[in-house]
């Protein structure tokens, strides 16, 4: 049995992580601050899956003004998965919120764990790759993120990178690519298409539906994460992809399937700082740290679909399973 950190315990991953590390027997210290971004009762809501059971405390901490080392005492690694989180929200005056929430944040932790000499696994985003300049993307081709949100987290890569060589911090990097399932937050694309099929809204697509990307089951993002504290060399980072390429408009035609009901689909200009493509190339995971994902795409559909359906306490007419 270990002991663990959660940063962002009650976001979307953070909350799946924490409870997977409970139902293994480990301990989990989560601290989350819950920001703004989305409403404070989903955030709730995620981590009343861990709340009350042996093992776990959540604690509302902002890790750029908290006194940090306290909450490392035996403390056997940190899973760092507390971010402003999307694209479209940091442009303009919101860049500051990122700058804040990501890169100090980001940085006080990490001068809290060098002197501490534990593992941090922190979590990163394709989005650093911008548009990639070759598919499957691999983790050492140029890194050139065309979003404000991108530019941060590559930062906070770099940031890793400086603490490593100067005061011997051991991190190993995740870039996630596009995780979905239950408890999504409600601002990403499968989010907002579940609730308009359970709703019988309409649903907006930004550009033509034709964009692609590497579709990431939580589950197995959630898998990645602990193997790479576990197994992972110091000073790595890699992919975390699914393996699920598909464009938008694929996705939309299986959750329609799915459900049994149409989607009124409205189509507006593309958001600047969207990649029109993002792939995986998992190669370096799964030969060092031997981990692979297990959820095929309509299969963590059906997942998220029913689950949203749950909530709503709604029952589709369609099979909500894979086929």
């Not at 694209?87 to 501490?116: E, K, M």
């Not at 689909?265 to 995986?280: K, L, Q, S």
Request: net charge negative; proline share 4%; glycine share 10%.
């Amino acid at each position: 049995m270990s002991r663990y950190l959660v940063t962002g315990c009650a976001g979307f991953i953070g909350s799946h992580l924490a409870h997977d590390l409970l139902e293994r027997g480990d301990e989990v210290i989560g601290l989350d601050s819950f920001t703004d971004y989305y409403p404070r009762s989903l955030k709730e809501s995620n981590a009343a899956r861990a709340s009350g059971r042996p093992g776990f405390s959540l604690r509302e901490v902002d890790l750029v003004d908290a006194e940090l080392e306290p909450l490392l005492d035996d403390v056997d690694g940190v899973f760092h998965l507390a971010a402003q989180p999307g694209v479209r929200g940091s442009r303009g005056d919101g860049f500051g919120i990122y700058l804040r929430d990501n890169v100090l944040a980001t940085q006080r932790l990490f001068q809290a764990i060098s002197g501490a000499g534990i593992r941090v696994v922190m979590a990163s985003t394709s989005s650093i790759y911008g548009n990639a300049t070759r598919y499957p993307t691999r983790e050492d081709i140029p890194l050139s993120p065309i979003s404000p949100y991108g530019v941060t987290k590559l930062a906070c890569e770099r940031l890793a990178e400086c603490y490593a060589e100067c005061f011997g911090l051991d991190a190993v990097g995740l870039r996630y690519f596009t995780v979905y399932g239950p408890s999504q937050r409600p601002d990403m694309a499968f989010a907002r298409i579940t609730a308009a099929l359970v709703k019988g809204e309409s649903f907006t697509v930004y550009g033509t539906g034709e964009q692609s990307r590497d579709f990431t089951y939580v589950g197995d993002a959630v898998s990645a994460t602990i193997a790479t504290m576990e197994h992972a060399p110091a000073g790595r980072v890699y992919n975390v992809g699914g393996g699920s390429e598909a464009s938008l408009g694929a996705v939309i035609a299986i959750f329609e399937r799915l459900s049994s009901r149409t989607l009124d689909v409205r189509y507006t200009e593309a958001a600047a700082g969207d990649v029109r493509r993002t792939a995986a190339d998992t190669t370096r995971i799964r030969s060092e740290v031997g981990w692979e994902p297990k959820t095929s795409l309509e299969a963590g559909l059906a997942a998220q679909l029913a689950d949203a359906f749950d909530r709503a306490g709604d029952t589709p007419a369609g099979r909500l399973s894979s086929r």
